[in-house]
T-cell receptor, first 114, second 111 residues
């Protein structure tokens, strides 16, 4: 079972360029999430989607946008990358959006913005 | 403000030397506490969910417990393959988008 796939695995990006990080899940989960993980900080939520067609802002949404056109895909876009967006990005999903649902994570995308 | 603190930051154990990792939290209205394991270069892997004080969960050499202020992850007779970073996360509020993570404990088990 694939679970959650993310692409690319890693990327070096020039500051000011745009980029879309892809996330696809095959578990038919309704809720999906994007987190960033930085050294010395816990995973922080960027954006989330409780169900296809809806999105919401997390703790650190500035500089990022998301869309949820269908159940399986949840792309994260950086419109104009800045060095502070250098991080490891994880996509996650859960069966539903309620507080007791377990979130399952993808393998991550390592992004370096120069 | 909701907070999650894990200790120690790093722990080195000899193979077979049991120990515990701590996750203390201050959240209003805890809905669930989650433990994950993260290997270098990988995504977090789900281990346990605890919902109420007094609850315990076990899986192989790992046992998670929960009180009203903290959770412990007990590791009994660890093996080198247990080496990883262990993350604690607490769910507050009514939505799954309120999951707050600690910074993790990096465990190294020496053969």
């Amino acid at each position: 079972t694939a679970g959650i796939t993310q692409a690319p695995t890693s990327q070096i990006l020039a500051a000011g360029r745009s980029m879309t990080l892809r996330c696809t899940q095959d578990m038919r989960h309704n809720a999906m999430y994007w987190y960033r993980q930085d050294l010395g900080l816990g995973l922080r939520l960027i954006h989330y989607s409780n169900t296809a067609g809806t999105t919401g802002k997390g703790e650190v949404p500035d500089g990022y946008s998301v869309s949820r056109a269908n159940t399986d895909d949840f792309p994260l876009t950086l419109a104009s990358a800045v060095p502070s967006q250098t991080s490891v990005y994880f996509c996650a999903s859960s069966v539903g959006p309620s507080a007791k649902e377990t979130q399952y994570f993808g393998p991550g995308t390592r992004l370096l913005v120069l | 403000e909701d907070q999650v603190t894990q200790s120690p930051e790093a722990l080195r154990l000899q193979e077979g030397e049991s120990s515990s990792l701590n996750c203390s939290y201050t959240v209003s209205g805890l809905r669930g506490l989650f433990w994950y394991r993260q290997d270098p270069g990988k995504g977090p892997e789900f281990l346990f969910t605890l919902y109420s004080a007094g609850e315990e969960k076990e899986k192989e050499r790992l046992k998670a417990t929960l009180t009203k202020k903290e959770s412990f992850l007990h590791i009994t007779a660890p093996k080198p393959e247990d080496s990883a970073t262990y993350l604690c996360a607490v769910q507050a509020g009514t939505g799954a988008n309120n999951l707050f993570f600690g910074t993790g404990t990096r465990l190294t088990v020496i053969p």
